[in-house]
């Protein structure tokens, strides 16, 4: 086994070199507005691009978290699978996780805990070269840095199983949850916005039937964590929403982004 989950998409989807990743989320937080509601952050819906596209989005949700909760003490990163076929979901059971700035130590008690009680969970480890999940990792370590993580990728799964696994991880209030999506893909600008407004109403009503028609490469742990908020009565705070199109020019294919933060109103 591997001792580290190694950094796959470092110098892709974000920098390899940690001043020049700091400078990128120093310059989101220069941008970052006052933000006007109060919550109690349990769980994040952040996007995964390249940083240039979505960075600032998913920022939001991080620096929001970060300035309401300074007892986070884990962090359970779930995404799709882009690369490979998967049966359930992987977790990983590495030591570490490389980011630029530094690694990351994986709570692999937890994450053998976890794997114990449910049966769709198992251990790939081609599995773990996944943007959706990665991409989150140094925004952890920038904004938490004495959490621990658990990294999962699922692939061949019921929203209802993963809604279970999030049920569980809500047990310690000091465990944050962060489901890795982007919106819709390859539209034009126009029909982007109409299909994902759908989608961003669906989560700021905690809707599970509008959702089924939500267009998100992660809406399947949408629905989970949206499951899971209804149940624990959690409250949905829309943070912002954009499309590649602000950053490359091109309205005639774009893809969709958007952050929330869930949790109980204080």
Same mark, same amino acid.
């Given at each position: ?13 974000? =920098? &390899?070199?940690?001043? /020049? ?9 220069? %941008? ?14 952040? =996007? ?11 920022? !939001?949700?991080?620096?929001?978290? %970060?300035?309401?909760?300074? &007892?986070?003490? $884990? ?25 630029? *700035? ?8 937890? @994450? ?12 790939? =480890? ?11 990792? =140094? ?7 004495? %959490?621990?993580?658990? #990294?999962?990728?699922?692939? &061949? ?10 049920? #569980? ?6 465990? !944050? ?5 982007? !919106?819709?893909?390859?539209?034009? /600008? /126009?029909? @982007?916005? $109409? $299909? ?15 959702? #089924?028609? *939500?267009?998100? *490469?992660?809406? !399947? ?29 091109? %309205?005639? $294919? ?13």
């Amino acid at each position: 086994m591997h001792k580290y989950r190694k950094a796959s998409v470092a110098g892709m989807f974000y =920098p &390899d070199n940690c001043s /020049e990743l700091k400078h990128y989320i120093s310059h989101f937080d220069k %941008a970052t507005p006052t933000f006007t509601q109060d919550l109690f952050p349990r769980a994040l819906i952040v =996007p995964h691009a390249g940083y240039i596209y979505s960075g600032y989005t998913a920022n !939001l949700a991080y620096a929001y978290t %970060a300035s309401r909760r300074c &007892d986070i003490e $884990r962090v359970v990163v779930i995404g799709p699978s882009h690369r490979v076929y998967i049966a359930g979901a992987s977790i990983a059971f590495f030591d570490a996780y490389h980011t630029p *700035c530094g690694d990351i130590t994986i709570d692999l008690s937890y @994450a053998h805990a976890l794997q114990k009680k449910f049966a769709f969970l198992d251990f790939h =480890p081609n599995a773990h070269e996944e943007h959706s999940t990665e991409v989150q990792m =140094p925004f952890i370590h920038h904004y938490f840095k004495k %959490a621990n993580v658990v #990294e999962i990728v699922y692939g &061949d799964i019921t929203y209802g199983e993963l809604s279970s696994l999030i049920n #569980e991880v809500l047990k310690d209030d000091k465990t !944050l949850i962060v489901i890795s999506t982007d !919106l819709s893909h390859f539209h034009t /600008e /126009e029909e @982007a916005n $109409r $299909r994902d407004t759908f989608c961003i109403n669906a989560i700021n009503t905690l809707d599970l039937h509008a959702l #089924e028609n *939500c267009e998100a *490469c992660g809406k !399947l742990g949408v629905k989970a964590l949206v499951h899971s908020a209804r149940l624990h009565a959690f409250k949905p705070y829309f943070l912002d929403y954009r499309t590649s199109y602000a950053r490359s020019g091109d %309205a005639s $294919r774009v893809v969709g982004y958007t952050s929330f933060v869930l949790g109980c109103a204080t």
